[in-house]
């Protein structure tokens, strides 16, 4: 029996779920999964440049944990790059500390708590939003873990 996986803490979610080498066409890319933790792992040490301990802090897990997310995050990300393969961010045992929202009329791009409910953009009114935690199936669960 596989041990449960505790559950993860992502930042935000990605901007970006989806990469394709350019000229190629998806529908005959081999797929690559990058899960949302393996993504946080990588985001963090690798973009903001945080020792191993810090990021295994921030996403509140073992180093032993952040060091084989890590690892298996570079290696995907490579297989990407080098392969040429179509990548997609999904999954992962995780919830997410913020949210981003994006507003559909005027593009505005803003950064929430995932627990506060926004239902208009504070730039122009409108209520054409795209919830990106939403969009990973998160949002309730994530405020309910904190
Ligand atoms: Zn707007
Ligand atoms: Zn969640």
Redesign the pocket.
Known sequence: MPRPQD?RIVHEPPLFSAFKPTGASGKNLEQILLTLDEFEAFRLADFIGLSHAEAADEMEISRSTFTRLIEKARRKIADFIIQGKLLTIEGGS???RNNIIRCLSCGHMFKTN?SCYITECPACHSSDLINM?GG??????????Q
């Open positions: 559950d995780i919830h997410f995932i935690a990973f199936g998160h949002g309730k669960c994530c405020h309910s873990k």
